[in-house]
């Protein structure tokens, strides 16, 4: 099975929400917006994560929650059935293209999109 792209999603398609994530830590959870909250709107999927100190690296988890959600797998078989309606086993191909090895998370930093 040959592999093409059928969509792509971006920062865009994410609305970001930080807060700050209280509990065990010291005055440093409970002064700086720590936790991250990633939802996506199309599907409605959410992805949280506050159990780092810093916010680089809760971002970077909250974004790898989401996929995960039924809500999420759920949206992601529609949209690859409706962009490619010859596949004749979108349940399969959703599972494999869903794989933590396909998913590659992109920061930007010093105005470049880098992979994590």
């Known amino acids: 099975m040959s592999k093409q792209k059928l969509f792509s999603l971006t920062r865009k398609d994410f609305e970001l929400q930080t807060f700050r994530s209280g509990g065990p830590g010291g005055q440093h959870q409970n002064k700086r917006d720590t936790g991250v909250r990633i939802k996506h709107g199309e599907s409605g999927a959410v992805g949280e994560s506050r159990s780092e100190r810093s916010q680089y690296t809760n ?3 909250a974004f790898e929650r989401p996929v995960d959600t039924e809500a999420f797998q759920k949206w992601l078989r529609i949209e690859a ?7 004749v086993d979108i349940e399969e191909y ?4 869903t794989r933590p ?14 992979e994590e």
């Open 59 to 61: 971002r970077k988890a």
């Open 81 to 87: 059935a409706r962009k490619n309606k010859s596949k």
């Open 94 to 97: 959703v599972r494999q293209t």
């Open 101 to 114: 090895w396909n998913l590659r998370v992109e920061t930007m930093k010093d105005g470049e999109w880098v």
